[in-house]
């Protein structure tokens, strides 16, 4: 385990130290807080350190007299300081702080890809320098045992001189061996960030694409009286950019939460043809529009499998959406599911295309977070590199394994996943759902809760023109309590990130209330963790909807929520 360095950072400010503390806690170092020149050079005395972050423009000892302390003194002087200035240096400011020792200034509003990078560069070269100086170390004490060697030669044989001349040989292929290690993993960390910077460009250029499509339909609706088919078509393309923004973000917290292990899994025994056709259908509009030919084959028997029917629809889905992209219009793609011959344990799903095809170089690559193959140059390679490495993390969690294969370019591809099958015992029929139509003679009281105004107005626009609602907005927590004691609302819909009270403090505020420990509590939120949700029922929330919500699904949910109330037909 590679042991932290220490990084000291010297400020007056708490506000500014903790966004020191924000911007380089994605490094892993130890990073030291000082509030002044003086506490800072105690710090120094106490440990060592790789690098200084020092505010020029402090009370009492500022930047530059704190450098020239540091610098006059030989145990600490050599550790390199970066100053930061939130005013313009004159040339001669600068030669004045390089005088005294300054690697490198950064300017405020500190930019906070430009600071890690400073930081990383200066953590680097001290490891490199300690690294140099342990293995100076260590050859000095070689050489000693070699001069020991050397005397000791002069009275023993030369049998004992061959054994420590081969004895240094092993250390130095050991050594060799260590340095060419470390130069793999230089390269593997190179790589790395080459990947990561690529996908942040990626993830840009992503999240504009449906953004700039977003602004020119808005931009149309502001046009004069714009026509009604104008406005339907519009109202489409936002509907549809605001679906492909939803599933970006979608995909990006879930690769958060396979990567820290929050992923968990609602288990129960599915026919795997079933998934599939809630697959099918969530692709079906994709593959029409691309004019393919889908062909399905899939086995008279049922094929039961112990999994999440919602991450495994995810899995095909993403496995069917990328044959759809990477093949021509008026291609065949064909889905075929099997009980595995040599495992008949196991349940198999081919997903295979007529499209551009795989280097056989990148197979093993394709399910690597942030990779984007090859696939084929004149094929749009849209996406955040990341549905793959879901796919393969997703069915790794159901202990099932995926693979793909392709014999080149233009030859297409086909993804193999393999699940093994749940015992015939352990087949549950399905439980029937039950709807009851409501209906009230009297409108509910709904209180919404949310400091996002056009949210707030978003809602009580298209719940006023319902006639079994009357509603009431509150745009803080205390607000928001205020409203509830005045208003008597049926139902509340509390956003949890609001400005004075959290949602979670207004709904143990709400619940301490007799008249409202009762009544559905809503949570509005952007998380939707097992943690979250979990936090959410403690509070006493009935509920968390997460955010985007459609308001037609909203109002049924707030419908389905509301208990009959006396004094009320209820129906």
């Known amino acids: 385990m590679t042991r ?25 170092q130890n990073l030291v807080r000082a509030t002044s020149g003086e506490e800072g050079y105690a710090r120094l005395r106490e440990a060592e ?3 200084i972050l020092l505010d020029v423009s402090m009370p009492g000892m500022d930047g530059f007299e704190t450098a020239a302390l540091i610098r006059n003194d030989p145990e600490v002087g050599p550790t390199p300081i970066i100053f930061v200035t939130g005013v313009h240096l004159s040339d001669q400011d600068r030669l004045r702080g390089y005088e005294m020792g300054a690697a490198d200034y950064v300017n405020v509003p500190v930019v906070p890809e430009i600071l890690r990078s ?43 001189l061959q054994r420590l001349n081969r004895t240094l040989e092993r250390a130095n292929e050991e050594l060799v061996s260590e340095v060419a290690e470390r130069e793999r993993a230089e390269a593997m960390l190179i790589d790395a960030a080459r990947r990561k910077d690529e996908f942040i460009s990626v993830l840009g250029h992503e999240l504009r694409n449906p953004l700039a499509a977003m602004q020119s339909g808005v931009d149309l609706l502001d046009t004069d009286s714009p026509a009604e088919n104008r406005i339907v078509w519009t109202r ?113 799903v081919r997903v295979q295309d007529d499209g551009a095809g ?30 793959l490495a879901l796919v393969r993390s997703l069915v790794e969690l159901h202990g099932g394994t995926v693979r793909a294969t392709s014999d080149g370019l233009g030859r297409g591809s086909e993804f193999i996943v393999t699940l093994p099958l749940a015992e015939p015992t352990d087949v549950r029929p399905p439980e029937p759902v039950a709807r009851v139509a409501r209906s009230f003679d009297a409108p509910v009281r709904l209180l919404v809760i949310d400091d996002n105004s056009d949210m707030t107005t978003s809602i009580e626009m298209y ?4 006639d079994a609602f009357e509603v009431r907005v509150a745009n803080t927590g205390r607000g928001g309590i205020e409203a509830a004691m005045e208003f008597k609302p049926h139902v509340v819909l509390l956003d949890i990130g609001l400005p004075d009270a959290n949602g979670f403090e207004v709904a143990q505020e709400l619940r301490r209330q007799r008249e409202f420990q009762s009544i559905p509590l809503i949570a509005l939120s952007g998380f939707s963790s097992e943690a979250d949700r979990n936090r959410a029922k403690k509070a006493g929330f009935d509920r968390l909807v997460v955010k985007p919500m459609q308001l037609d699904l909203l109002h049924d949910l707030l419908l389905e929520a509301v208990e009959p109330i006396p004094g009320r037909a209820v129906s």
């Open 236 to 348: 489409e393309l936002l509907q549809r950019q605001l679906r492909h923004l939803k599933r970006l973000i979608d995909e990006l917290l879930d690769v958060s939460r396979i990567k820290t292990g929050r992923v968990q899994l609602q288990r129960e025994v599915l026919d795997l043809k079933e998934v599939m056709s809630h697959s099918l259908d969530a692709t079906r509009a994709l593959v029409d529009e691309h004019g393919h030919s889908l062909v399905v084959e899939e086995p008279a028997e049922p094929l039961h499998v112990d999994g999440d029917s919602l991450r495994l629809t995810q899995v095909f889905c993403n496995l069917l959406s990328n044959s759809v992209k990477f093949t021509e219009p008026g291609g065949t793609i064909r889905l075929t599911m099997e009980r595995g011959v040599s495992a008949p344990g196991s349940a198999i």
């Open 4 to 28: 932290k360095t220490n990084i000291l950072l010297i400020d007056d400010k708490p506000e500014r130290l903790l966004t020191y503390e924000v911007i380089l806690e994605s490094l892993g």
């Open 118 to 160: 400073k930081i990383s560069v200066l953590v680097e070269l001290y490891r490199q320098r300690r690294e140099l100086a342990d293995l100076n170390e260590r050859l000095a004490a070689m050489n000693d045992e070699l001069a020991e060697a050397h005397a000791r030669s002069q009275a023993e044989n030369v049998r004992e």
């Open 358 to 387: 795989i280097e056989s170089d990148m197979l093993e690559n394709v399910f690597e977070l942030f990779t984007q193959a090859n696939i084929g140059g004149t094929h749009n390679r849209s996406g955040l590199g990341i549905g």
């Open 463 to 466: 719940f006023a023109s319902r």
């Open 49 to 51: 350190f790789a690098a």
